[in-house]
């Protein structure tokens, strides 16, 4: 079995962890993401996934989906690694129920070109 680790591979992965977030997040208020230990974890968790596997897309491939804010997905992971303890909730709760349904519209409509 091979495992081939290319643009479909991280793409694949990168959908499959925003889906999980868009799942989970459905129904959750900024109270339950502040007292759900667990969920916060999971939540920062599949975000750094998430931008883990868009540094290892090829740079073919970002640039010919430069709409696609690539910056800002690894500039989120950063704060989120290297700042965790001051990570502002609000922003991370804005990103979640906001910008990943948007990021995974936009990478469903790019994979239908």
């Not at 495992?3 to 989970?24: A, E, G």
């Not at 970002?62 to 001051?86: C, F, K, M, Q, T």
Request: aromatic fraction near 8%.
């Amino acid at each position: 079995m091979d495992n081939i680790k290319n643009d479909d591979y991280y793409l694949n992965r990168i959908i499959t962890d925003i889906t999980f977030i868009v799942n989970h997040m459905k129904n959750v208020d900024l109270q339950e993401l502040h007292d759900n230990e667990i969920l916060l974890d999971s939540m920062l968790f599949r975000m750094i996934q998430i931008s883990e596997n868009a540094k290892r897309l090829s740079s073919d491939y970002r640039d010919a989906n430069s709409n696609l804010p690539w910056d800002e997905i690894s500039g989120l992971r950063n704060r989120i690694v290297h700042d965790y303890g001051n990570v502002n909730l609000y922003i991370i709760y804005d990103t979640l129920k906001n910008d990943i349904p948007d990021l995974l519209v936009q990478l469903s409509r790019e994979e239908t070109l």
